[in-house]
């Protein structure tokens, strides 16, 4: 019986994807023939379910009869028998329609270790938990992904072939302390000097290998909740000593209570150091580090008491001015602006500047803080579109020049390329960012794509196996393009192919996921992709 079930749902699949391949108007006729047809099989041969749902469609459309489905429409009508046919591939696909956001506090992991197989094992079980777990297995990688991604969590094996797993212990342990990212050692090497060395050069943790990823997983976890709780009574940031944004909220609440109370206005600026990748890319991101924490510690020199420094978001500040008029926030911003474009930094007989471009909102009357914040984001905005280095006040009429994404889905299966475009394109990266979904069928229409060719980043949703290109070859091909550090890809595999995970790695892929995987954990990682770039 089960070769009969699994040939009713190819043969399904089969109609959808010439359906939706085609992008045309399907008959009605042609549509009531197919529900009658999946109904009466799949019942005879024990998929009740599929049946029952089969059913339901048939007696709606009979109900509320139309000549022609287009495709959008098709879509909506037969999501439920997609759920059914697709579960090899994609779990919880009923999340698909929902518009509800999901909480976004799951854990995230960073993971490094040279050993592919035992990299691609622990993060498995680890997601198992409900955590977001990404890769390296190099130095380069892993630096890049502790800034840009911020792990709740660092693991990192004790010996590598190329690096040596104490080094870069040794580099991260001070970084790690400030934002209080706890440090786990894992480590075939059991002997107790190891051990000891290991909590000495900053370590939180220490776990022996062969791994009992229970024991694993527990202690882990217990990290992770104690890193929650610290940070939720925190109000500075680790980093620079300004203020955080969750204390942003607070001090807005208070300021808006005196404002009801005294009518005073203020002002919210929105400071961004200008080229700080840059800055990043050319001198590292320690000496990013040295210029957040020199910009924080001479904006405090320059203004009263009563102002207050938050640290929004990596290069990102807002400064909270009370009992302040526009212009008086456009002269003390101008006066710090200059003073620190003079403060010079040096690195390895090298001496560059940091200038800072600002946004200016004066608060007049009662508004929400994302009101306010976006009214001195546009300012921001337009500093910078003035060529940055300058201070602009908001008018209320401004317009923001949107910052674009592109996200290419490559995949030769049109109802995965459907749900991943109805499902991505839903991501919300606030009102600076504008995400464009981009879809293709096999990896050789991407690769002849303008979209190689377009001077902004792109991420890359990619199948493993296609047809004519596969993923693999997309990834080897797109590595050697001259803009190929602003490529993202997340390689689609299924769970038995370790070898091609591997090989996705080592040709650079940023992530992956093995299928069946869950489209709101696709979503959630695409956003986290996507602030690392921001």
């Known amino acids: 019986m089960e070769k009969y079930q699994v040939a009713l749902l190819m043969n399904i699949r089969k109609q959808l994807q010439e359906w939706f391949e085609k992008s045309q108007p399907v008959q009605y006729q042609d549509v009531k023939r197919f ?53 090899d591939e994609i779990v919880e696909v009923e999340q698909l329609m929902v518009n509800d956001k999901r909480s976004q506090t799951s854990a995230s992991i960073l993971l490094i270790d040279d050993d592919l197989s035992i990299l691609i094992y622990l993060k498995e079980q680890f997601e198992q938990q409900g955590w977001h777990v990404f890769v390296a ?136 150091l200008d080229y700080f990748k840059k800055i990043n890319d050319t001198y590292g ?29 990596g290069e990102e500040f807002v400064l909270y001015l009370p009992r302040t008029s526009a212009e008086e926030a456009l002269t003390t911003l101008n006066r710090i602006l200059s003073s620190f474009g003079k403060e010079s930094f040096h690195i390895n007989n090298q001496t560059f500047f940091v200038t800072f471009s600002a946004g200016v909102a004066e608060v007049s009357s009662e508004s929400t803080l994302e009101n306010i914040l976006n009214q001195a984001d546009r300012a921001l905005y337009t500093a910078k579109e003035k060529g940055r280095n300058q201070v ?39 009102t600076r960012y504008e995400v464009q979904v981009h879809t293709y069928k096999d990896g050789l229409e991407f690769m002849n794509s303008t979209i190689l060719d377009e001077n902004t980043h792109c991420f890359v949703i990619l199948d493993g196996m296609m047809p004519k290109m596969d993923g693999l070859e997309v990834l080897q091909r797109l590595r050697k393009e001259k803009r190929h550090d602003q490529f993202t890809v997340v390689m689609l595999t299924s769970r038995n192919s370790e070898n091609d995970i591997q090989r996705a790695l080592q040709l650079g892929a940023d992530d992956y996921m093995t299928k069946p995987f869950k489209l709101m954990e696709l979503e959630e990682r695409m956003r986290l992709l996507m602030k690392r770039v921001k």
């Open 35 to 87: 529900l009658h047809s999946v109904a009466g099989t799949s019942q005879t041969i024990g998929l009740e379910y599929l049946g029952k749902v089969s059913t339901e469609l048939l007696d709606h459309i009979s109900e509320h009869p139309q000549s022609t489905w287009h495709t959008k429409e098709l879509q909506s009508l037969l999501i439920d028998i997609i759920k059914i046919c697709y579960k």
């Open 285 to 313: 991101h320690l000496m990013g580090d040295e210029v957040l924490q020199r910009f924080v510690k001479h904006v405090k020199s320059h203004i009263r008491t009563t102002d207050q420094l938050f640290r929004y978001g």
């Open 137 to 272: 297995s190099n130095k380069e990688k892993a630096v890049a992904a502790f800034y840009e991604l911020k792990p709740d969590c660092l693991i990192l094996d004790v010996y590598m072939q190329e690096e040596d797993g104490f080094e870069l212990l040794s580099f991260f342990n001070e970084q790690a302390r400030q934002r209080f990212i706890p440090t786990i050692m894992i480590s075939a090497d059991n002997r107790k000097e190891t051990r000891i060395k290991a909590f000495q050069m900053g370590a939180d943790d220490f776990l022996a290998k062969p791994l009992d990823i229970e024991e694993c997983v527990v202690k882990i976890g217990r990290h992770l909740e104690r890193r929650k709780l610290f940070t939720e009574y925190l109000l500075v940031d680790e980093l620079t000593g300004a203020y955080n944004r969750k204390y942003l909220t607070e001090v807005y609440k208070q300021q808006q209570t005196n404002y009801v109370r005294n009518k005073e206005t203020y002002c919210i600026a929105m400071i961004d």
């Open 392 to 430: 602009v006040v908001s008018c209320h009429h401004q317009q923001m020049k949107l910052k674009k994404f592109n996200l290419a889905i490559i995949d030769d299966d049109p109802i995965i390329r459907t749900m991943l475009t109805e499902l991505l394109g839903r991501i919300d990266l606030g």
